[in-house]
């Protein structure tokens, strides 16, 4: 069987921000249980061998982690494809240089609005959007590919144009507008947040008009449903070939969590989960290899067989190609297989 495409390692459940969405219920001390730094090698190892497209170490704050670029450097020289999922508060021109230097091929920024009023209170910390973008310039100084990360979420919703924009003007590659999902932090500190079947289709649809014209990728994490909208409305971008727009998430595949070509997300601990919004334990990989794992999880065994899809989704003529968030259906039924409650298909 293929592996995953991308695999997540969520090296550090420590940051330096308290997010209200964080899906690793990150700390400012972290926990005490992370997988040492001989445990990370040996994950890497793995990873090596299994052939897998893309590395991607985040947390908490990755660079909240002193050997963070101990273990890219490794993961480098493996030949195994790195990026670092990061707030940006942390990174300047030095720290940039540090990191391309390791051999981290991509960064991430996390963004979450197209202002500070916005931005800061969501991640609890004055004066974090304005370092977030003094990350992103110092990464475009040292010429460092990055892309901007943002939530989609109610508060959000009417800045959706600016977002894009400042992507752009800051230098972004990409934008990846993350569908908020009930997940980690979410239920208890914004709840409220998360967006209703026709604000979501409404958002899905705004981007994928945007994408014609925009000059960077647009994607749509924790929104299967969004290739949909590109397909059935032809969308064919004048600034982005058409291959790449088809290596989007879901785009004619579906749901990623756990899939071959797809997602796998490893912990902070250890723990092996589909998808970062479908935190279902399959195993650790301090007791298991992670490709043992893979091949015998019966929890992603049945995430594979689209036919045991429930309700909606079972019946949906885009099962195969969609079947919707198994994360916010698990969040919100406790039913990994059940209807996607937040499409509007």
């Known amino acids: 069987m293929k592996p995953p495409f991308l695999v997540s390692y969520s ?3 420590k940051c330096n921000l308290s997010c209200k969405h964080c899906y690793s219920e990150a700390t400012e001390d972290g926990a005490p249980d992370e997988l040492t730094t001989e445990e990370a090698f040996r994950l890497l190892d793995d990873l090596a061998s299994w052939g897998i497209g893309l590395l991607v170490l985040d947390g908490g704050e990755p660079l909240c982690r002193d050997d963070l670029l101990e273990i890219v ?10 990026g670092v999922g990061s707030n940006g508060t942390i990174i300047d021109k030095k720290i940039a240089m540090k990191m391309a230097e390791a051999g981290v091929q991509s960064v991430s920024i996390s963004i979450d609005g197209a202002n500070a009023e916005t931005h800061d209170p969501f991640r609890s910390k004055s004066g974090a959007f304005h370092q977030a973008l003094e990350g992103a310039s110092a990464l475009k100084i040292v010429g460092l590919p990055f892309q901007f990360n943002m939530v989609i979420r109610k ?3 009417s800045q959706l144009p600016d977002m894009l924009q400042l992507a752009v003007e800051s230098g972004a590659n990409a934008a ?28 899905m649809e705004w981007l994928a008009q945007a994408q014609i014209d925009c000059p960077i990728l ?16 032809g969308i064919k971008p004048k600034h982005i070939p058409m291959e790449m727009l088809r290596r989007i998430p879901y785009y004619g595949r579906g749901c990623a969590a756990g ?6 997300v490893v912990r902070a601990n250890g723990e092996v989960n589909p998808c970062m919004l479908l935190q279902v334990a399959l195993g650790n990989v301090r007791e298991r290899r992670i490709t043992q794992i893979w091949q015998e999880s019966e929890i992603l065994g049945q995430l594979r067989s689209r036919e045991l899809l429930k309700g909606k989704c079972g019946e949906c003529r ?8 198994r994360g916010r259906a698990y969040e919100r039924t406790g039913d990994m297989l059940a209807s ?6």
């Open 218 to 233: 647009i994607r749509a994490p924790a929104c299967p449903m969004y290739p949909l909208i590109l397909k059935e409305r």
């Open 259 to 264: 899939m071959p070509f797809g997602y796998l």
């Open 318 to 325: 885009h099962r195969v190609e969609c079947a919707g968030c």
């Open 176 to 203: 990846e507008f993350f569908d908020l999902v009930e997940a980690g932090r979410v239920k208890k500190e914004c709840p409220d947040e998360v967006l209703e079947p026709g604000e979501r289709k409404a958002a």
């Open 73 to 82: 450097s490794y993961a480098s020289k493996k030949g195994i494809m790195t």
């Open 155 to 157: 508060g959000t919703l």
């Open 11 to 13: 090296i550090t459940t």
């Open 340 to 345: 996607d409650p937040g499409c509007w298909v």
